[in-house]
């Protein structure tokens, strides 16, 4: 809590250097030793003594840094225990049943492609003629690029991530076993042939289980500041005088 601003004692106990110590192992493994403890305690004066006389002149007053620090600490500590719970497995399962769609595995790709170059009005037409040859059979080299020439059982992210989300997008609507195109990245313009595409999976527990406890945990952290937040609320007068 705020020290009483006419105090001008400080005390540096038992638990004040232990706690010290305790952050320094922490950090650095090992014991502090004696020339450090008394670093330290040097440290934590100096700091009660500037805390103390920064609120005393009222440097914490219209400063949102220190109110947006102090909203998070009081955030945290109504969360404190919403942190630590632990789910049980019925009341995840109950989470997974009542949104599967959110922890359906993405769809998966396996495809060859064929770098054509830039994407302009040009390379277009070349790109049509490509197709051509590519869909009778003939070899079509491409322009040399980092891109693998196959990707075998990629998550649609990982495709994106690698070739763009338009050349992600594109990937369900092509037709499989036959070249498609061009079909544009974020490097230009490709033939793709998608040789391979599995469905989406309806997840188990076991296989989704960190993503449902995060998601029950965040769930539960908001409800824990909500309510905290609502029962504060409730002893301000709150007066809104909005600028005409």
Partial sequence: ????????????????????????????????????????????????????????????????????????????LASADADAAVPSDAELQALLDRDTARYVSDPR???????????????RILAADALGRARRGERVAGTPSPLPAHID????????????????TALPDLPPGQWSGPVGSGLGLHLVRVTAREAPVKPSLASVRQQLENDWRAALVGHAQDAAFKRMLAGYDVVIAKPR
Wanted: glycine letters at 8%; a negative charge.
């Fill in 1 to 76: 809590r705020p020290p009483d601003l006419g105090e001008r004692r400080i005390v540096v106990d038992e638990p004040v250097v232990s706690r010290l110590v305790g952050r320094f192992v922490d950090s650095f493994h090992r014991p502090p030793s004696p020339d450090e403890v008394d670093g330290m305690i040097r440290g934590y004066v100096a700091d009660e003594v500037y805390y103390r006389e920064a609120l005393r002149l009222g440097l914490d007053k219209d400063d949102e840094v220190v109110v947006r620090r102090m909203r998070r600490k009081l955030e945290g």
């Fill in 109 to 123: 790709f396996s495809f060859d492609q064929v770098y054509l170059g830039a994407d302009t009005p040009e390379a």
């Fill in 153 to 168: 059982r990629a998550a649609s992210d990982a495709v994106a991530g690698r070739f763009g989300d338009a050349f992600a």
